[in-house]
């Protein structure tokens, strides 16, 4: 076959072949979702770098004697306080730490703990130093950070944003160490210490079981208030907190009519809103 004569039956072959427009619109639509695609691949992995971010930015590490910088879970809303059984809740308002339920409170010597114990609403202390006994853990909760705070690292703590001091530890002459940590959560005006004399790691356990709690409330404090004049006082927070408060009388001849002398539940038991406050006061 020449050349000519095979030209000839390609042109007829095409003539018969029907020959439709090139599938633009189906090239753009397939590469848009190849972009779509990849963008999704970029997106999921630079979420999970976000995310890995925000967990190693949860723990700081530390030198020189200090511990990582341990956080409670962080969580979008308030969740329930699951309070693990031989513990109890003591808090400020609605803001709670789990403690030993065996866990006396205030159990201090001239301001240092004496063993374990929770402090809430101590009263004045003596002026006088009595060095942290051996193996002793302590939580301090008020509603006002003691003058020598500093706030670290800003967090949330179950949606709330708080501040962290990082846990530190000094060797003593005995060789054991004391550790101490704090947390502040300024919106809710309450700031909960943990100290240690075994480690670190207990300091950071404690600051670890913080919780917010909906359906309770702390008993309030009432020693930081005059004696003399604090019953009407007392009362009146007790009602604005939500409590019932309930007079008592007892006599108290080194105590001036009046005075306000115990509170039962202790300052810092939680509570349902409503409850019973028992005020014991001097007549």
Same mark, same amino acid.
């Given at each position: ?15 018969? %072949? ?28 630079? %979420?999970? /770098? ?15 004697? %200090? ?27 609605? $803001? ?60 949330? /703590? ?8 990082? &846990?530190?530890?000094? &060797? ?34 404690? /600051? ?71 005020? $014991?006061?001097?007549?």
């Amino acid at each position: 076959m020449n050349e000519s004569k095979l030209s000839e039956l390609l042109e007829q072959a095409g003539e018969r %072949t029907p020959v439709s427009p090139p599938p633009i619109d189906a090239m753009r639509s397939g590469a848009t979702r190849r972009r779509r695609r990849r963008t999704a691949v970029w997106s999921a992995a630079g %979420t999970a /770098l976000a995310v890995a971010a925000v967990i190693g930015a949860s723990t700081m590490l530390t030198n020189n004697g %200090t511990s990582p910088l341990e956080q409670p879970p962080v969580a979008a809303a308030t969740p329930t306080a699951v309070v693990p059984e031989g513990l109890r809740l003591v808090g400020v308002g609605h $803001t709670a730490i789990a403690v030993p339920k065996d866990w006396p409170p205030n159990q201090l010597k001239c301001g240092s703990p004496s063993k374990d114990t929770v402090i809430v609403d101590p009263g004045p202390q003596p002026a006088c130093f009595t060095p942290l006994p051996d193996g002793v853990e302590s939580v301090q909760i008020d509603s006002k950070p003691a003058f020598e705070f500093k706030a670290e690292q800003t967090f949330e /703590l179950h949606g709330v944003q708080a501040q962290r001091q990082r &846990t530190v530890c000094k &060797t003593r002459e005995t060789g054991n160490p004391v550790c101490a940590g704090a947390v502040l959560i300024p919106s809710r005006n309450v700031w909960i210490r943990a100290e240690s004399s075994t480690s670190a790691a207990e300091v950071d356990k404690l /600051l670890g079981q913080i919780w917010f709690v909906q359906d309770a409330i702390g008993v309030p404090g009432f020693r930081s208030l005059d004696p003399e004049t604090s019953t009407d006082k007392y009362l009146a927070v007790l009602r604005s907190a939500g409590f019932k408060g309930k007079v008592v009388t007892k006599a108290d001849p080194g105590m001036p009519k009046g005075s306000l002398l115990a509170v039962s539940p202790a300052p810092g038991t939680m509570l349902p809103n409503g409850s019973p406050v028992t005020v $014991t006061v001097a007549r």
